[in-house]
């Protein structure tokens, strides 16, 4: 087969959300490319293989891929390609917790976007600028950006764009405490996504779904949704949004007492999150699996994964993740809350544990 028809193929591959088998047929094109005469494939082939690297857990790969396909495009002066390149680098670097580098890669695409008038790019930036500030926990920032991105991508009538933004809305209210409104915004995208024929935004808005119904404590619904996205991730060989929503299926199974099976799906979660170096998520496994044995009487046990979780966030600077670990401590240590949750502009979590993270 030749490099235009293996490029094709995993173009069509894509477009069905087929990432992990686009991911190998364009490192099969990579591996015909004469790369001394062939740039224009070659950046491109560089570019979609970190592109689908990254839709499918492999972030350290990916890195790799965007740093070439950086590099080269500014040599051969292609600043345009360049600037792609970046922002998808940015989105790895975010993926692995890393967000304030993100944000760097990120604003340095939108200078040039907004120097040519690219009305595309700087939605785009928007968008992946939101998400860089929910890694960071600045939950009212994230609703503003995100606003702007879908504002733009509506000018364009880019309904696609607009309905990832509509998406990250759903996240962030979620995380602000407003489980209505993420509800709405997630139901709203999935409907749109279904309109667009588009697996992987239904996937990923059924989990939304039920994480907002999770929130609201109808549990019942929430587990339908969440393991309809479960089947469409897995068809797809994303073990990205695969791990968030087995910690998801998780916490159901912890705040209904049924701790075993909350174990296991934390576990498999984890193994995910390991397998992607995505460290944000080992501190949400941490957050629910000291709950577990807390509730199981180890409480040594569950104050080191804690400390652990409570460490790691700080670490990294995930603002309101280490507010749901010092609020879990706060709960174990039977000591007043402190004003976190406060400064961070979010809704408080009450209760005993289990305690139902969003």
């Not at 879908?150 to 607009?162: H, I, K």
């Not at 984890?270 to 629910?288: A, E, H, I, M, N």
Request: one cysteine or more; charged letters at 25%; aromatic letters at 12%.
């Amino acid at each position: 087969m030749s490099v235009s028809d293996l490029l094709s193929q995993a173009e069509s591959e894509c477009s069905r959300s087929n990432y992990l088998t686009a991911f190998k047929l364009y490192k099969k094109a990579l591996s015909q490319i004469d790369s001394s005469s062939d740039k224009s494939n070659l950046l491109d082939c560089l570019k979609s293989i970190a592109d689908t690297g990254r839709m499918t857990g492999n972030f350290k790969g990916s890195l790799t891929y965007y740093q070439r396909a950086v590099t080269l495009s500014k040599e051969a002066g292609n600043q345009e390609f360049a600037a792609d390149a970046q922002v998808g680098l940015g989105l790895t670097q975010r993926a692995l917790g890393y967000w304030k580098q993100a944000l760097d890669e990120i604003m340095s695409a939108e200078e040039f976007y907004r120097k040519n008038n690219d009305s595309e790019g700087l939605a785009f930036c928007r968008w992946a600028t939101a998400g860089a500030f929910r890694i960071k926990g600045d939950i009212p920032k994230t609703i503003e950006i995100y606003n702007e991105a879908l504002e733009m991508y509506l000018e364009l009538d880019d309904q696609s764009g607009a309905s990832y933004c509509i998406c990250g809305l759903g996240g962030a209210s979620r995380a602000i405490g407003q489980y209505d409104k993420s509800l709405q915004y997630y139901k709203k995208a999935n409907t749109e996504f279904s309109l667009l024929s588009d697996r992987f935004g239904s996937a990923y808005s059924y989990c939304g779904i039920g994480n907002a119904y999770r929130m609201k404590g109808e549990v019942d619904i929430s587990m339908r949704y969440l393991k309809k996205a479960m089947t469409v991730y897995e068809r797809i060989g994303d073990i990205v949004s695969s791990a968030y929503t087995l910690w998801s299926i998780g916490m159901i199974y912890l705040i209904n007492k049924k701790y075993k099976l909350g174990e296991r799906y934390f576990n498999n979660a984890s193994q995910y999150f390991k397998k992607t170096g995505d460290v944000r998520g080992d501190v949400y496994v941490g957050l629910g699996m000291s709950q577990i044995d807390a509730m199981k009487g180890n409480i040594i046990s569950a104050k080191k994964l804690q400390y652990n979780s409570e460490k790691t966030a700080n670490d990294y600077s995930f603002s309101l993740e280490y507010c749901h670990a010092l609020k879990i401590l706060e709960i174990m240590d039977n000591i007043e809350p402190s004003d976190c949750y406060k400064r961070l502009g979010v809704k408080e979590l009450y209760g005993n544990l289990p305690l139902n993270i969003p």
